[in-house]
Protein backbone atom coordinates (compact mmCIF):
# COMPACT_ATOMS: atom_id res chain seq x y z
CA UNK A 1 0.00 0.00 0.00
CA UNK A 2 0.81 3.39 -0.99
CA UNK A 3 2.67 5.79 1.87
CA UNK A 4 1.11 9.35 2.46
CA UNK A 5 2.68 12.77 3.64
CA UNK A 6 1.03 15.97 3.10
CA UNK A 7 2.27 19.67 3.13
CA UNK A 8 0.71 22.10 4.84
CA UNK A 9 0.63 25.84 5.01
CA UNK A 10 -1.70 29.31 4.52
CA UNK A 11 -2.35 30.38 0.86
CA UNK A 12 0.94 31.64 -0.99
CA UNK A 13 2.85 29.84 1.61
CA UNK A 14 4.60 28.19 -1.54
CA UNK A 15 3.31 24.78 -0.39
CA UNK A 16 2.41 23.72 -4.88
CA UNK A 17 5.76 25.30 -5.57
CA UNK A 18 7.85 23.36 -3.44
CA UNK A 19 5.50 19.75 -3.77
CA UNK A 20 5.80 20.27 -7.75
CA UNK A 21 9.64 20.30 -7.19
CA UNK A 22 8.90 17.40 -4.45
CA UNK A 23 7.07 15.19 -7.07
CA UNK A 24 9.81 15.91 -9.97
CA UNK A 25 12.62 14.20 -7.31
CA UNK A 26 10.88 11.65 -6.22
CA UNK A 27 10.30 10.76 -9.68
CA UNK A 28 13.87 10.80 -10.56
CA UNK A 29 14.44 8.54 -7.74
CA UNK A 30 12.30 6.05 -9.68
CA UNK A 31 9.23 6.24 -7.76
CA UNK A 32 5.36 6.14 -8.61
CA UNK A 33 3.85 9.36 -7.42
CA UNK A 34 0.19 10.68 -6.89
CA UNK A 35 -0.90 13.90 -5.86
CA UNK A 36 -3.86 14.61 -4.33
CA UNK A 37 -4.78 18.47 -3.87
CA UNK A 38 -7.16 20.07 -1.01
CA UNK A 39 -8.92 23.13 -1.69
CA UNK A 40 -11.60 25.44 0.29
CA UNK A 41 -12.96 27.46 -3.35
CA UNK A 42 -15.19 26.04 -6.02
CA UNK A 43 -15.72 25.85 -9.09
CA UNK A 44 -12.11 25.30 -9.58
CA UNK A 45 -11.11 24.50 -13.20
CA UNK A 46 -9.48 20.91 -12.96
CA UNK A 47 -6.06 20.21 -14.84
CA UNK A 48 -6.18 23.45 -17.20
CA UNK A 49 -2.57 25.22 -18.22
CA UNK A 50 -1.82 27.75 -15.06
CA UNK A 51 -3.66 25.77 -12.30
CA UNK A 52 -1.97 23.47 -9.88
CA UNK A 53 -3.27 20.53 -10.74
CA UNK A 54 -1.61 21.05 -14.27
CA UNK A 55 1.32 21.80 -12.51
CA UNK A 56 1.67 18.67 -10.38
CA UNK A 57 0.65 16.53 -13.83
CA UNK A 58 3.83 18.58 -15.51
CA UNK A 59 5.81 17.71 -12.69
CA UNK A 60 5.62 13.66 -13.55
CA UNK A 61 3.05 13.07 -11.15
CA UNK A 62 1.14 9.45 -12.17
CA UNK A 63 -1.96 10.64 -10.41
CA UNK A 64 -3.65 13.86 -9.54
CA UNK A 65 -6.64 14.43 -7.56
CA UNK A 66 -8.20 17.63 -6.81
CA UNK A 67 -10.89 17.93 -3.17
CA UNK A 68 -12.64 20.83 -3.68
CA UNK A 69 -15.96 21.55 -1.33
CA UNK A 70 -18.29 21.38 -4.62
CA UNK A 71 -16.35 18.44 -6.56
CA UNK A 72 -13.64 15.52 -6.53
CA UNK A 73 -12.36 15.21 -9.58
CA UNK A 74 -12.69 12.00 -10.70
CA UNK A 75 -15.86 14.48 -11.35
CA UNK A 76 -17.87 13.21 -8.25
CA UNK A 77 -19.27 15.02 -5.21
CA UNK A 78 -17.23 15.48 -2.26
CA UNK A 79 -17.99 12.53 -0.05
CA UNK A 80 -16.24 13.67 3.39
CA UNK A 81 -13.53 10.84 2.35
CA UNK A 82 -10.27 11.53 4.57
CA UNK A 83 -6.67 11.96 3.05
CA UNK A 84 -5.62 8.36 4.19
CA UNK A 85 -9.09 6.72 2.28
CA UNK A 86 -8.49 8.45 -0.68
CA UNK A 87 -5.20 7.38 -0.94
CA UNK A 88 -5.84 3.88 -0.31
CA UNK A 89 -8.81 3.16 -2.20
CA UNK A 90 -7.91 5.09 -5.73
CA UNK A 91 -4.08 4.93 -5.87
CA UNK A 92 -3.05 1.85 -3.90
CA UNK A 93 -0.65 1.18 -6.99
CA UNK A 94 1.95 4.35 -6.44
CA UNK A 95 4.89 4.12 -3.93
CA UNK A 96 3.64 7.47 -2.05
CA UNK A 97 0.62 9.67 -2.37
CA UNK A 98 1.48 12.99 -1.90
CA UNK A 99 -0.93 15.65 -0.03
CA UNK A 100 -1.60 19.23 -0.27
CA UNK A 101 -3.52 21.03 2.06
CA UNK A 102 -5.67 18.24 4.85
CA UNK A 103 -3.83 20.02 7.60
CA UNK A 104 -6.33 18.76 9.92
CA UNK A 105 -5.85 15.26 8.56
CA UNK A 106 -5.28 12.89 11.71
CA UNK A 107 -2.75 10.45 12.04
CA UNK A 108 -0.70 11.39 8.63
CA UNK A 109 2.44 13.01 8.73
CA UNK A 110 2.98 16.51 8.16
CA UNK A 111 5.86 18.72 6.30
CA UNK A 112 4.88 22.61 7.30
CA UNK A 113 5.78 25.43 4.55
CA UNK A 114 5.64 28.81 5.57
CA UNK A 115 7.24 32.52 4.03
CA UNK A 116 6.83 34.01 7.58
CA UNK A 117 6.32 33.37 10.78
CA UNK A 118 2.46 34.54 11.10
CA UNK A 119 1.51 32.08 8.68
CA UNK A 120 2.59 28.86 11.58
CA UNK A 121 0.35 26.51 11.70
CA UNK A 122 2.81 23.66 14.30
CA UNK A 123 0.66 25.04 17.33
CA UNK A 124 -2.78 24.17 15.52
CA UNK A 125 -2.34 20.80 13.88
CA UNK A 126 -0.83 17.01 14.94
CA UNK A 127 1.63 15.58 13.14
CA UNK A 128 4.39 18.27 11.70
CA UNK A 129 7.41 16.04 11.45
CA UNK A 130 9.56 18.57 9.19
CA UNK A 131 9.34 22.46 8.42
CA UNK A 132 10.07 23.89 4.77
CA UNK A 133 10.94 28.01 5.07
CA UNK A 134 13.53 31.05 4.13
CA UNK A 135 12.19 32.14 7.91
CA UNK A 136 15.84 32.56 9.75
CA UNK A 137 16.05 31.03 13.10
CA UNK A 138 13.53 28.57 12.75
CA UNK A 139 14.57 25.48 15.02
CA UNK A 140 13.76 21.92 14.37
CA UNK A 141 15.23 18.75 13.68
CA UNK A 142 14.34 18.80 9.92
CA UNK A 143 14.13 22.52 8.84
CA UNK A 144 14.67 22.62 5.02
CA UNK A 145 15.06 26.02 2.90
CA UNK A 146 12.06 26.32 0.36
CA UNK A 147 14.59 25.91 -2.45
CA UNK A 148 15.81 22.24 -1.28
CA UNK A 149 13.27 20.25 -2.82
CA UNK A 150 16.03 17.52 -3.20
CA UNK A 151 16.76 17.57 0.05
CA UNK A 152 13.11 16.78 1.09
CA UNK A 153 12.90 14.33 -1.77
CA UNK A 154 15.80 12.76 0.15
CA UNK A 155 14.39 12.88 3.45
CA UNK A 156 10.61 11.26 2.65
CA UNK A 157 12.85 8.67 0.88
CA UNK A 158 14.67 7.81 3.95
CA UNK A 159 11.67 8.29 5.99
CA UNK A 160 8.91 6.49 4.22
CA UNK A 161 10.19 4.50 0.96
CA UNK A 162 13.59 2.46 1.80
CA UNK A 163 12.73 -0.68 0.71
CA UNK A 164 11.89 -3.77 2.97
CA UNK A 165 12.98 -7.13 2.42
CA UNK A 166 9.59 -8.37 3.20
CA UNK A 167 6.74 -7.59 0.38
CA UNK A 168 3.28 -6.45 1.74
CA UNK A 169 0.85 -9.08 -0.53
CA UNK A 170 -2.63 -8.68 1.35
CA UNK A 171 -3.77 -5.14 2.62
CA UNK A 172 -6.96 -5.02 5.22
CA UNK A 173 -8.77 -1.81 5.18
CA UNK A 174 -11.88 -1.33 7.64
CA UNK A 175 -13.63 2.00 7.76
CA UNK A 176 -11.06 3.14 5.19
CA UNK A 177 -8.18 2.83 7.41
CA UNK A 178 -5.42 0.08 6.79
CA UNK A 179 -4.87 -2.23 9.93
CA UNK A 180 -1.67 -3.86 10.23
CA UNK A 181 -0.92 -7.04 9.16
CA UNK A 182 1.49 -9.35 9.93
CA UNK A 183 3.16 -11.19 7.21
CA UNK A 184 1.73 -14.73 8.02
CA UNK A 185 -1.54 -13.30 8.38
CA UNK A 186 -1.11 -11.43 4.80
CA UNK A 187 -0.26 -14.87 3.31
CA UNK A 188 -3.15 -16.61 4.76
CA UNK A 189 -5.45 -14.12 3.96
CA UNK A 190 -3.99 -14.01 0.23
CA UNK A 191 -4.52 -17.71 0.03
CA UNK A 192 -7.51 -18.28 1.15
CA UNK A 193 -9.52 -15.68 -0.93
CA UNK A 194 -7.37 -16.62 -3.89
CA UNK A 195 -8.47 -20.02 -3.10
CA UNK A 196 -11.77 -19.21 -3.46
CA UNK A 197 -11.30 -17.13 -6.70
CA UNK A 198 -9.64 -20.25 -8.23
CA UNK A 199 -12.93 -22.40 -7.65
CA UNK A 200 -14.75 -20.23 -9.97
CA UNK A 201 -12.65 -21.18 -12.56
CA UNK A 202 -11.60 -17.98 -13.71
CA UNK A 203 -10.05 -18.40 -17.32
CA UNK A 204 -7.12 -15.63 -16.70
CA UNK A 205 -4.15 -15.62 -15.08
CA UNK A 206 -4.65 -13.88 -11.54
CA UNK A 207 -2.18 -11.38 -10.74
CA UNK A 208 -4.68 -8.86 -8.59
CA UNK A 209 -7.69 -9.09 -5.97
CA UNK A 210 -9.74 -6.44 -4.86
CA UNK A 211 -12.11 -7.39 -2.42
CA UNK A 212 -14.83 -5.13 -0.94
CA UNK A 213 -17.22 -6.01 1.83
CA UNK A 214 -20.45 -3.59 3.62
CA UNK A 215 -21.27 -5.56 6.00
CA UNK A 216 -24.87 -3.06 6.75
CA UNK A 217 -25.95 -4.83 3.35
CA UNK A 218 -24.59 -8.60 4.62
CA UNK A 219 -26.83 -8.24 8.08
CA UNK A 220 -30.03 -7.43 6.23
Do not use: C
Amino acid sequence: MSSIVTFIGWHDSGKTTLVKQVVSELKKLGYRVAVIKSSNDSGIQFDTPGTDTFMHKEAGADSVMLVAPDQMVLQTQNSGLSLRTLAHRYFPDVDIVIGEGFKTAKKIPKIEVFRNRDQKLRDEVHGVIAVATDVEGVAGDYVFRLNEAPEVALFIEKRFLTRKNSKEVAALLVNGNKIPLKDFIQEALAGTVHGFVKTLKFNKDIKEIELRIRLDDLEK
